[in-house]
Structures are given as structure tokens and as C-alpha cells.
């Protein structure tokens, strides 16, 4: 019966496509590079490829850190975290967790805050007029 189950299963997220990505950036920085980077799957196989670690234990997320310039004289390092789940939270949560994430890595390397740039401290997954404020 467990059997039957798993392959009726496996059958229909092969036709509906049913794993999902969430994908949620921050902080856009002058080269046009978000700070962070958050992505959230049910797919295995991408988290795999984005992590591309060894094969001796599965892979369920990494983080990717990259050089990036803020001016002429300072770089700084934007992040993106790849990580697996079994049940993919709400946008919201995408969001809000992606966007404490910016304000940590930007507290963390002592840089004026992008994390506000672009929605102005305001959800954008939440329908109006529950547009909720971000601090």
C-alpha cells in the first residue's frame, strides 16, 4: 500500500509539476546585486545544483557568498542561501524572513542599510490595503 501511495504520488507532482520555488532579494546595492539572496525549494535537484557539494550526505541548502562593491573604496560581500524544505512557508514569511536576513548581513559588515531601498520597509507579498511596515 506504502508503495502504491509514494508512485501515485510521485505520478502527480511528474504532472502537475508540483515542487515550488520561492525565491526573495534585498538590499540592492550600486552594482545592481541584491544583498541577499533567499531561496527556498521543494526541488532537491536544484538545491543540489546551486550548492554542488560532495556526495557523501544530501544536500539540503549552502550559502554563496560573492564580492560585490558598495564604492570605489569599499567591497562587501552579498549573500545568497539556497535551502531545501518539505513544505514551502507563505511569500510573507519568504519575505520577511529574507528581509531580517539583509538587515543582519548589512549589520554585519558595518554598511549603510540598502534593506529599504526598493519597497520602503513595506511587505510587498501582502494584498492591500494590509501593507504591512518591515523595521
Not at 509514494?6 to 520555488?21: E, K, P, Q
Not at 550548492?51 to 545568497?80: H, Q
Not at 519575505?95 to 539583509?102: G, K, T
Amino acid at each position: 500500500m506504502r508503495r502504491t501511495l509514494r508512485a501515485v504520488s510521485l505520478f502527480a507532482m511528474l504532472l502537475c509539476g508540483c515542487t515550488v520555488t520561492r525565491v526573495s532579494q534585498f538590499g540592492p546595492l550600486p552594482d545592481h546585486q541584491p544583498l541577499i539572496t533567499l531561496v527556498v525549494t521543494e526541488d532537491r535537484d536544484l538545491v543540489k545544483r546551486e550548492c554542488r557539494g560532495g556526495e557523501e550526505a544530501p544536500i539540503l541548502g549552502c550559502e554563496i557568498m560573492l564580492n560585490s562593491s558598495i564604492d570605489a573604496a569599499r567591497e562587501v560581500r552579498t549573500v545568497k542561501i539556497v535551502r531545501y524544505t518539505d513544505h514551502l512557508p507563505s511569500a510573507m514569511a519568504i519575505e520577511i524572513e529574507a528581509h531580517e536576513l539583509c538587515h543582519a548581513v548589512a549589520a554585519l559588515q558595518g554598511i549603510p542599510d540598502p534593506c529599504h531601498a526598493e519597497n520602503g520597509g513595506m511587505l510587498q507579498s501582502a494584498l492591500p490595503p494590509s501593507r504591512l511596515n518591515l523595521q
